[in-house]
């Protein structure tokens, strides 16, 4: 994991501008890039959360892709955060869980078309078959849609397999319990409490060591970290 000391401050500044929990972002960085603000995809894409060229209908970058992929993680986040807080709009309001974050850095067009668990992001079909064939490991049940239900199943996949082995010193949760090590005063949020999918309760509570679990509840079963990209 390589954040720099100003990516705390950078990452609670945007939690607070957007009224959404820090470890959503996380969550949805760990899965573009593993945090690592430094890794670009065979599209071009490129840093934490993946920014794309305007070529292929991304944002684009604020210098040269090379210097981008150079940036440290809290000038990356900088950029980010006016994409983010356009994106909260289109929502109607803050990201509560990190399945809708991921809709909205994947296709944030789609932020006032599809807001329901069952409701179609992209289809083998259309709507956005390109990006359907281009992301079609999302289709987590494979029946040639992408839903909001196959973002929170893959982001689950992700955490599970990847992001949250406490023993393992997974990236992931040391994100996250560094992430509130470093909260400011008064923080909107004194301890994390993360939603992977749109709809279902977690809780948080204390692993061996005191390093902070993350329990999350999915369609009843009890899910407590154990240990990413499309």
């Known amino acids: 994991m390589t954040l720099d000391a100003n990516f705390w401050p950078a990452l609670w500044s945007l939690a607070a501008a957007s009224s959404t929990r820090p470890e959503i972002f996380l969550t949805v960085w760990f899965a573009e890039s593993g945090l690592d603000p430094s890794i670009v995809n065979k599209d071009g894409c490129i840093g934490l959360n993946q920014t794309c060229p305007k070529e292929i209908g991304g944002p684009g970058f604020p210098t040269t892709p090379e210097a981008y992929a150079a940036l440290p993680a809290s000038e990356q986040v900088a950029w980010i955060a006016p994409q983010v807080l356009s994106q909260v ?69 992700v955490v599970n397999d990847y992001g949250y082995d406490v023993d393992k010193g997974a990236p992931l949760s040391t994100a996250i319990h560094t992430a509130y090590l470093h909260a400011p005063p008064r923080p909107l949020w004194s ?40």
Do not use: W
């Open 89 to 157: 709009k289109l929502n109607g309001g803050p990201f509560l869980s990190a399945a809708r974050y991921y809709q909205a850095n994947f296709m944030p067009a789609t932020l006032t078309t599809a807001k329901r668990a069952g409701d179609v992001i992209a289809s083998k079909f259309g709507p956005y078959a390109m990006e359907y064939a281009n992301n079609a490991g999302l289709d987590m049940n494979k029946d040639g849609k992408i839903t909001l239900s196959d973002l929170g199943d893959f982001l689950v996949h």
């Open 191 to 230: 301890s994390p409490a993360l939603v992977i999918r749109e709809r279902g309760p977690a809780v948080a509570s204390k692993g061996r060591g005191g390093a902070v679990v993350i329990a999350l509840c999915f369609g009843g079963l009890l899910a407590a970290g154990a240990r990413g990209r499309r």
